[in-house]
């Protein structure tokens, strides 16, 4: 066999060579077509599942969170597997399918029984969501907030965290092509109300009398038009939400006779600042 091509090679070396010609033309125009990437992302068709519950141990976030999420999502058509991941207030199931599955058709399965898990956990101790659609070897940029030389006093980390959540990150999430954005370190603000038990039995109160306060006390309404000359509406809402720590103390807990009790009456607000892990990139 191998003489009959080394014999038909040399009696036809027209055809032999424009073969080669074609063989190398063709190599040539799949190597300016081929996807090259320094760290290729070798992670399977994948879909997380991720439900944060701060006040559960590992034991009841398997029981009560995990293991009622990989049941409903079990009968998906091109599962391959469901491998879970449960500890202190978080629980991360990964539901891997086949290559042929569209990832987007697999979310959407997902999400359909999401809703079919949601009404077996617990109502308040955690709301699963979907990961967004990329992998831990999606990373394609970093950069770092800091102020320019000469203003490093005029922002604190808590500003500069404040500007990355609520601009800088709302802003690159608009991007063609970007899934999600990570944020590390800085100072996470959060307003902190530190209820004191004593001054909670002198009072006769009850913690729930303060978690209603701040939650009925802390919102905005609806309201009504007037229109006074039939040309122009004149809107009334209802605006109740707080903006700074010192508004909190005002929120009434309870109101008996002759007797007004607030949220200073009985807590310490503060502003709690939160110290975030740093990475260096």
Not at 251 to 256: I, K, L, P, Q, W
Request: glycine fraction near 8%; hydrophobic fraction near 40%; include cysteine.
């Amino acid at each position: 066999m191998l003489n009959k091509i080394i014999l038909f090679s040399i009696k036809n070396k027209l055809i032999v060579g424009l073969f080669t010609l074609m063989l190398i033309a063709y190599g040539l125009f799949q190597t300016f077509r081929l996807p090259i990437d320094a760290v290729p992302d070798i992670t399977n068709n994948q879909v997380q599942v991720i439900t944060i519950s701060p006040s559960l141990g590992a034991p009841d976030v398997e029981r009560l969170i995990t293991f009622p999420i990989e049941q409903a999502n079990a009968n998906i058509p091109g599962l391959k597997e469901i491998r879970s991941f449960s500890r202190f207030g978080l629980s991360l199931v990964t539901i891997v399918f086949h290559d042929d599955i569209d990832i987007y058709w697999a979310r959407q399965q997902i999400g359909e029984r999401l809703q079919q898990a949601q009404s077996e956990i617990p109502a308040g101790i955690g709301q699963p969501s979907l990961a967004p659609v990329t992998t831990g070897l999606g990373e394609i940029y970093q950069y770092i907030i800091r102020a320019k030389p000469g203003y490093q006093d005029k922002y604190s980390l808590q500003e500069l965290r404040t500007m990355q959540d609520w601009i800088v990150r709302r802003q690159l999430l608009g991007t063609p092509g970007v899934a999600d954005v990570s944020t590390f370190g800085g100072e996470l603000k959060q307003y902190e109300v530190a209820v004191m038990p004593e001054k909670l039995r002198a009072f006769g109160l009850s913690i729930n009398d303060v978690f209603d306060a701040l939650e009925s006390n802390n919102q905005n309404t609806g309201g009504a038009y007037h229109h006074p000359d039939r040309l122009f509406a004149h809107p009334f809402p209802g605006r109740h939400r707080r903006k700074n720590v010192q508004t909190h103390g005002t929120n009434c807990v309870v109101c008996r006779t002759r007797s007004l009790f607030v949220v200073a009456h009985v807590c310490a607000d503060d502003v709690l600042l939160v110290p975030q892990p740093k990475t260096e990139p």
